[in-house]
């Protein structure tokens, strides 16, 4: 199965900052005391609205920071002084040091080797079934003020390498609908069909080593990656509820991380490009993430969570999901819709 996008619409210690343009240096030592202090993640989150950046802010600081426990509000207001600061001079004394890169063999060893346990992704992976819940917002006039439309509880079975989504409820309440009609974006895929996709031969992937990340604790490489819309298998739908459906096909690019003692991608960050100026959809991009998750007893290296972000003109939408209660597959499992929804480890 293809990954696929398809929207279908239904028509105190930080009080310094605010005086002047701050340093990211200043960010990231602000955000690390409020961990040290244990504030809560909105607190942090809501105090860093207060900074206006003299300088760019990039991903590995982000990763850095979300490594050491900033929480999804912080990491999301760190997102987005990272868009609004692209156009900024890079720090002259970096905020948080690298390590030197690896010798250009190595970088190709990994790559391979990360290649290699993706094509045989889907074939490692047992039969289950999983809860998700899916937190949709929207921004109605594209000023990056989100609100809450609805969140969904699905059940998601995985079952001889094929995906079946059965929506549960909408907002705490069961519903007889199909998850398609919901409205709003929907994204399905991640079990596997966007990780091989990147590592296809069909693919031509142009890749090269980019940077060191600390990724939930863990010593991570970062590679940039790009597929040309001739050789993508990345497609959008978009479209009315119950009517025509715009069908395009997409090129990528973005950032695949692997981590340093397994060779297992454990996050994909992927921008669309080469979209059709006629096209509604203007931007659509996706993060996902992976890791080691227990399954009748044994590790598989499952998705956690996902974000997808799809732009229209002025209308802006974004998905963050969870994948919660792993289990082996049976087929009178059930999902009860009122099941509370925890939050993701970091």
């Given at each position: 199965?293809?990954?696929?996008?398809?929207?279908?619409?239904l028509?105190?210690?930080f009080?310094?900052a605010?005086?002047?343009?701050a340093?990211?240096r200043?960010?990231?030592?602000n955000?690390?005391q409020?961990?040290?202090?244990?504030?809560?993640?909105?607190?942090?989150?809501?105090?860093?609205?207060?900074?206006?950046?003299?300088?760019?802010?990039d991903?590995?600081?982000?990763?850095?920071?979300?490594?050491?426990?900033?929480?999804?509000?912080?990491?999301?207001?760190?997102?987005?002084?990272?868009d609004t600061?692209?156009?900024?001079?890079?720090?002259?004394?970096?905020?948080?040091?690298?390590p030197?890169?690896?010798?250009?063999?190595?970088?190709?060893r990994?790559?391979?080797?990360?290649?290699?346990?993706?094509?045989?992704?889907?074939?490692s992976?047992?039969?289950?079934?999983?809860?998700?819940s899916?937190?949709r917002?929207k921004?109605?006039e594209g000023?990056?003020?989100?609100?809450?439309?609805?969140?969904?509880?699905?059940?998601?079975?995985?079952?001889?390498?094929?995906?079946?989504?059965?929506?549960?409820?909408?907002?705490?309440?069961?519903?007889?609908?199909?998850?398609?009609?919901?409205?709003?974006?929907?994204?399905e895929?991640?079990?596997?069909?966007?990780?091989?996709?990147?590592?296809?031969?069909?693919?031509?992937?142009?890749?090269?080593?980019?940077?060191?990340t600390?990724?939930?604790?863990?010593?991570?490489?970062?590679?940039?990656?790009?597929?040309?819309?001739?050789?993508?298998?990345?497609?959008?739908?978009?479209?009315?509820?119950?009517?025509?459906?715009?069908?395009?096909?997409?090129?990528?690019h973005?950032?695949?991380?692997?981590?340093?003692?397994?060779?297992?991608?454990?996050?994909?960050a992927?921008?669309?490009?080469?979209?059709?100026?006629?096209?509604?959809?203007?931007?659509?991009?996706?993060?996902?993430?992976?890791?080691?998750?227990d399954?009748?007893g044994?590790?598989?290296l499952?998705?956690l969570?996902s974000?997808?972000?799809?732009?229209?003109?002025?209308?802006?939408?974004?998905?963050?999901?969870?994948?919660?209660?792993?289990?082996?597959?049976?087929?009178?499992?059930?999902?009860?819709?009122g099941?509370p929804?925890?939050?993701?480890?970091?």
């Amino acid at each position: 199965m293809p990954f696929r996008l398809t929207a279908v619409f239904l028509l105190g210690c930080f009080a310094a900052a605010a005086q002047s343009a701050a340093s990211v240096r200043a960010v990231v030592e602000n955000v690390r005391q409020g961990l040290r202090l244990n504030h809560q993640d909105s607190q942090v989150a809501k105090a860093l609205r207060k900074f206006k950046l003299a300088e760019r802010l990039d991903d590995r600081t982000i990763e850095t920071l979300e490594s050491e426990g900033a929480g999804p509000a912080t990491v999301a207001e760190l997102q987005q002084m990272r868009d609004t600061s692209a156009h900024l001079p890079v720090p002259q004394v970096p905020a948080i040091e690298a390590p030197p890169a690896p010798w250009a063999g190595e970088q190709e060893r990994v790559w391979e080797a990360a290649g290699e346990k993706s094509l045989s992704y889907t074939g490692s992976l047992p039969d289950f079934i999983c809860t998700e819940s899916v937190k949709r917002y929207k921004d109605p006039e594209g000023r990056e003020q989100w609100h809450l439309a609805d969140t969904l509880v699905l059940k998601l079975t995985y079952f001889e390498r094929k995906e079946d989504y059965q929506l549960i409820s909408i907002n705490n309440h069961p519903t007889h609908l199909t998850y398609e009609q919901t409205g709003g974006a929907i994204t399905e895929g991640e079990f596997g069909s966007l990780l091989g996709s990147i590592f296809a031969e069909s693919s031509r992937t142009e890749y090269r080593w980019d940077h060191w990340t600390t990724l939930r604790q863990r010593p991570t490489h970062v590679y940039r990656f790009r597929i040309a819309v001739e050789n993508s298998a990345y497609h959008m739908s978009f479209g009315t509820t119950g009517g025509y459906l715009q069908h395009v096909s997409m090129g990528q690019h973005g950032y695949l991380y692997v981590d340093r003692e397994t060779n297992a991608v454990v996050r994909i960050a992927a921008e669309a490009e080469s979209l059709p100026p006629d096209f509604p959809v203007k931007r659509a991009g996706s993060l996902l993430d992976y890791g080691f998750t227990d399954v009748g007893g044994h590790p598989y290296l499952l998705p956690l969570r996902s974000v997808t972000r799809l732009d229209t003109l002025p209308l802006q939408h974004r998905n963050e999901v969870q994948f919660l209660d792993y289990r082996k597959f049976s087929s009178d499992a059930t999902v009860t819709f009122g099941d509370p929804v925890p939050p993701v480890k970091k």
